[in-house]
T-cell receptor
Framework: GAVVSQHPSWVICKSGTSVKIECRSLDFQATTMFWYRQFPKQSLMLMATSNEGSKATYEQGVEKDKFLINHASLTLSTLTVTSAHPEDSSFYIC???????????FGPGTRLTVL | QQQVKQSPQSLIVQKGGISIINCAYENTAFDYFPWYQQFPGKGPALLIAIRPDVSEKKEGRFTISFNKSAKQFSLHIMDSQPGDSATYFCAASMTSGTYKYIFGTGTRLKVLA
């Protein structure tokens, strides 16, 4: 399957700061990328869907001004958590899907802890 | 109608035994059903996937059984090993439109040595 990397793998930040998480497709041109968050012992919750060169589509209840998504190229998408607060602490995972395919391939995830 | 119900929530199996995880869906427009395995602190990894035109798909020790009329599908792990201990998620998707996955709630499997 496709190889997806995320950076950083973990990050600790102070409340009020912004954090950027990168999601890269290493061997694949990802038409669509998805961003999920996952709380301990829970399922994956879709935050947004992004297509290269267009604005992301956010799920209901996800603040688009707080979680900024940029999908500038077919191999890179970024999620910026702005003015992070302790309740934003979570495991953030991206996935990619190529044109004409049905399978999502997931990155290794980023653990965000906001103090 | 968008929900995917997964059971059991947790499962303990002896080494060498068969692990069975079940999922049920309501939306008949779903036409792609993948299973993912997730280890703690890692991203989900695709195990196996099935489409409604087949009733069973096998890859190694992993088998998906699909019952279209009952709108149910299940994952069978044969000869379960301690290394299979992980959380398993089923998902459902429509392969037209946004391709969003609807995930089940997950099953934590523990295989005893």
């Amino acid at each position: 399957g496709a190889v997806v990397s995320q950076h950083p793998s973990w990050v600790i930040c102070k409340s009020g700061t912004s954090v950027k998480i990168e999601c890269r497709s290493l061997d694949f041109q990802a038409t669509t990328m998805f961003w999920y968050r996952q709380f301990p012992k829970q399922s994956l919750m879709l935050m947004a869907t992004s297509n290269e060169g267009s604005k992301a589509t956010y799920e209901q209840g996800v603040e688009k001004d707080k979680f900024l998504i940029n999908h500038a190229s077919l191999t890179l998408s970024t999620l910026t958590v702005t003015s992070a607060h302790p309740e934003d602490s979570s495991f953030y995972i991206c996935s990619e899907q190529g044109a004409g395919t049905d399978t999502q391939y997931f990155g290794p995830g980023t653990r965000l802890t906001v103090l | 109608q968008q929900q995917v119900k997964q059971s059991p929530q947790s499962l303990i199996v002896q080494k060498g035994g068969i692990s069975i995880i079940n999922c049920a869906y309501e939306n008949t427009a779903f036409d792609y059903f993948p299973w993912y395995q997730q280890f703690p602190g890692k991203g989900p990894a695709l195990l196996i996937a099935i489409r409604p035109d087949v009733s069973e798909k096998k890859e190694g020790r992993f088998t998906i059984s699909f019952n279209k009329s009952a709108k149910q599908f299940s994952l069978h792990i044969m000869d379960s090993q301690p290394g299979d201990s992980a959380t398993y998620f089923c998902a459902a998707s429509m392969t037209s439109g946004t391709y969003k996955y609807i995930f089940g709630t997950g099953t934590r499997l523990k295989v005893l040595a």
